[in-house]
């Protein structure tokens, strides 16, 4: 999904550095040094946030704590921002069998990193949930 459009580029970057798991030059080349990710909860908790992780450290510490099973991929993205500077995309993460995905919205800082994202997780399918 190569392009030139800005928000396109930075979920790019975001896929590449949550592949890399915590990899510091990844890291920073998808978010600025200020970022704010919101990590929203699925099933009962879902469209609250249940964790904030800001500032670039916390965020490669937070990338981290994925398992190198994990693959994230970018499946769409609206490209264009809206109004308030905000642009989704749908990602898809696998591991081994499993397959989930979700949804970012993301605003940018002037040099085209993510200033702020929002990580919005799809229901886990029945068979994937605890008991």
């Not at 998808?30 to 469209?47: I, K, M, Q, T, Y």
């Not at 979700?102 to 990193?113: H, I, M, S, T, V």
Request: with cysteine; glycine share 8%; hydrophobic share 40%.
């Amino acid at each position: 999904m190569t392009t030139s459009l800005p928000h396109v580029k930075a979920f790019e970057r975001w896929v590449v550095a949550l592949n890399r798991y915590g990899d510091l030059s990844a890291t920073t080349a998808a978010v600025s040094d200020d970022v704010e990710v919101l990590r929203h909860g699925f099933g009962p908790e879902r469209g609250l946030v249940v964790e904030r992780i800001q500032g670039i450290d916390a965020v490669v510490r937070w990338l981290a704590l994925t398992r190198d099973i994990c693959r994230f991929e970018l499946v769409s993205s609206t490209g264009a921002a809206s109004a308030d500077g905000e642009a989704t995309a749908r990602y898809r993460i696998t591991a081994e069998e499993f397959v989930g995905g979700g949804e970012w919205r993301a605003q940018l800082a002037p040099d085209g990193r993510i200033r702020r994202l929002q990580h919005l997780p799809d229901d886990l399918d029945p068979k994937w949930s605890m008991p």
